[in-house]
């Protein structure tokens, strides 16, 4: 289920849902409510690790297209031999 939200509650998302699964864990005596309080608390974790793993792959990303982009910019001469 995605929905859109405004920047600034996309970066809260995480938090807001890891705090409600902590005070539904700490509040609840119902194992039902527990477990939804875990869940919750497991799906913030997943997406602040989700996000990690794709902003170090857009970091690596870049600086491999940059590092190409800087070997296409040397040109080689193979000078023949006597």
């Given amino acids: 289920m995605k929905f859109w939200l405004p920047d600034s509650l996309y970066r809260l998302k995480p938090l807001l849902i890891g705090f409600a699964g ?29 996000r990690l793993l794709w902003s170090s792959a857009v970091t690596i990303k870049a600086r491999r297209s940059s590092a190409r982009a800087g070997q296409r910019k040397i040109h080689r001469v193979n000078f023949p031999s006597k």
């Fill in 22 to 50: 902590a005070s539904l864990l700490y509040l609840s005596k119902n194992l039902f409510i527990s477990v939804l309080g875990v869940l919750c608390v497991a799906y913030a974790f997943w997406i602040l690790v989700m």
